[in-house]
């Protein structure tokens, strides 16, 4: 009887796994099947390509380099030329369709800003009247204004032809009124975009700040004014 | 003994039984997945033995010349179909899934440019349009939907081959903070209008197509556009504002469709913008408003030119996949 019993239960035991095993088999199939037909239902498009970094323009001293080599400290009023040139640059490693140039100062000094075009000169075609840059390896590099002077305009030139209105004030200060006059930036902007190919990859465009100034309106008195260049892409 | 022996055939009986029970469930599984599978519509009928291995109720296609860099990603070129009636217009000679063929490169054309035509890739100010079209394989009405996803891949990813057997290694997760400023600089559409240069219709994550009683062998265009915003100027401003006048620019994005907070999504650089949601409203009003902050401008403006600064060095490639299921179909 006891030998019975233990064959009983070998039967429920192999019939329950049997059960268990057609029951398993039959869920993953089902599953299986499921899925791929899901997946096979579908229809899909893909595509790709690159992603580049922004356009990044730069301005830079003479000789494409670091703009804190502009370096606009020291202009002697006294001088009887009654000038003196910076040479700065515009220049990108990428592809830049169009920009404009910006400059706002101040108006403490009764000085004049004019932005000429500019070349870099063969050394063996150095004439006096070249402005001259030396770079940090102390190599001479010299710049020809290339014709007039850049077209552009001031945007917020007051009536007195020398300090600014009102209009920009907002744009400069927010709702803060306490602002001396000659502490109100004035905006000028050149007139047509500066254009390069878009197949250009790379360029370099330099320019010369001419600051000139009347003798009789200035003196050597420690005074200062703020400058400020910029290039936008538009 | 004699019991033990009036066992063995009892045994039997139930392996026969549940055998046989097992492979009823799966005839009927099989008769059921197939159903979906080879007819991909859920109201056509017939007994079992109608059955026959047909494409789903719709394929999609595209037309076109190769993308420069098809050869970065695994996709089918899927097979050439011919006398496709366009819309019921003219004939298309497209690539198109089907046959077994489930995944397709989307083949660029000069006006359907992801930015890959020249080679150039794309960048903050880029966009373009995406064509493709939806061909019905029998008269039915038509409810699909679109998912659209991207997926990232470093700078380092290469061309497909020998040496580079898949580019998974430079797949770019997206819970990275780029991936997200991704989502949030490069934008999809539905709409465009030619006339005033405005996007509406955001494709955030999917979109439908409906086309009732579309005709059997009949292609159906869809065109999505992309945009990158060079500003955040184009997203916020009213149209005609000075800051947007100015810069030569205009406003590009519908005012239902400007950027808001959403979750997966980013739009500044480190996210860390003291009382964001005040300040896009303070923007929003436009810099004739009395109380527009040109503080909360700048940061805008900064932070969305950092991410995008962030996009250009971190991301090397993007891949589009749009997959389409159908939500709804039925016979006409």
Redesign the interface.
């Known amino acids: 009887m006891w030998?019975?019993a233990v064959?009983?239960k070998k039967?429920r035991l192999?019939?329950k796994a049997?059960?268990i095993t057609?029951?398993s088999?039959?869920a993953a199939?089902?599953l299986s099947?499921?899925v791929?037909?899901?997946?096979?239902?579908?229809?899909?498009?893909?595509?790709?390509?690159?992603?580049?970094?922004?356009?990044s323009l730069y301005i830079g001293a003479g000789a494409k380099e670091d703009s804190a080599n502009i370096d606009m400290g020291g202009i002697d009023v006294t001088d009887a030329t009654g000038k003196k040139d910076f040479v700065f640059c515009v220049y990108s490693d990428e592809?830049v369709g169009n920009y404009k140039l910006q400059l706002a100062h101040t108006t403490n000094i009764d000085f004049t800003y004019t932005i000429f075009r500019a070349t870099e000169s063969d050394t063996a075609l150095i004439t006096n009247d070249m402005i001259l840059y030396v770079d940090e390896s102390g190599v001479s590099h010299y710049y020809a204004k290339d014709g007039t002077a850049l077209p552009g305009g001031y945007l917020n030139l007051g009536g007195d032809g020398k300090t600014a209105n009102g209009t920009l004030h907002?744009?400069s200060y927010?709702g803060y009124d306490l602002v001396q006059k000659n502490a109100e930036p004035l905006y000028w902007q050149n007139r047509d975009p500066i254009t390069h190919d878009q197949s250009m990859r790379s360029f370099v465009d330099y320019y010369i700040l001419e600051v000139s100034w009347n003798s009789s309106e200035v003196s050597n008195n420690k005074e200062t004014d703020m400058v400020y260049l910029t290039a936008?892409m538009? | 003994m004699e019991r033990e022996n009036k066992a063995r055939p009892h045994i039997g009986k139930l392996v026969v039984y549940l055998v046989g029970a097992a492979g009823a469930l799966v005839l009927l599984a099989l008769s059921f997945t197939t159903f979906g599978w080879f007819t991909n519509s859920p109201t056509v009928s017939g007994s079992m033995n109608g059955v026959t291995a047909v494409d789903g109720v719709f394929e999609l296609a595209a037309v076109g010349s190769s993308g420069k860099y098809d050869s970065y990603f695994n996709a089918d070129d899927g097979i050439n179909l011919s006398d496709i009636a366009e819309d019921g217009a003219g004939v298309i000679d497209p690539t198109a899934t089907g046959s077994g063929k489930t995944e397709i490169k989307w083949m660029m054309s000069g006006d359907s440019n992801f930015g890959n035509i020249t080679g150039d890739g794309i960048q903050p100010g880029s966009s373009g349009k995406l064509s493709f079209y939806v061909i019905a394989k029998e008269n039915t009405d038509l409810d699909l939907t679109f998912s659209l996803d991207t997926i990232l891949y470093t700078p380092d990813a290469e061309p497909l081959g020998a040496d580079n057997p898949d580019n998974s290694e430079h797949i770019i997760p997206d819970t990275r903070a780029v991936a997200k400023l991704v989502k949030g600089h490069i934008l999809f559409f539905k709409s465009f209008d030619e006339a005033s240069g405005v996007y509406s219709d955001r494709i955030t994550d999917a979109f439908t197509f409906v086309r009732d009683n579309a005709q059997a062998d009949t292609a159906y265009k869809v065109d999505i556009y992309w945009v990158w915003p060079e500003v955040i100027d184009q997203l916020l401003l009213p149209q005609g504002d000075d800051l947007l006048t100015f810069g030569g620019l205009d406003r590009i994005i519908a005012a239902d469709d400007t950027v808001v907070t959403e979750s997966g999504f980013s739009y500044f650089f480190s996210e860390e913008i003291s009382g964001l949601t005040e300040c896009l409203n303070n923007v929003t009003k436009g810099s004739a408003d009395a109380a527009f902050s040109t503080d909360n401008h700048r940061i805008l403006n900064a932070k969305w030119n950092e991410a995008d600064q962030m996009i250009g060095t971190e991301t090397g490639y993007i891949e589009l996949i749009l997959t389409a299921d159908v939500s709804r179909s039925g016979s006409v």
Not at chain 1, 36 to 55: D, G, H, V
């Open positions: 030998g019975i064959k009983n039967v192999k019939r049997l059960l057609a029951i088999l039959t199939f089902v099947t499921t791929y037909a899901w997946f096979t239902n579908q229809r899909r498009l893909e595509t790709m390509t690159k992603i580049s970094s922004p356009s592809t907002d744009k927010d936008g538009v």
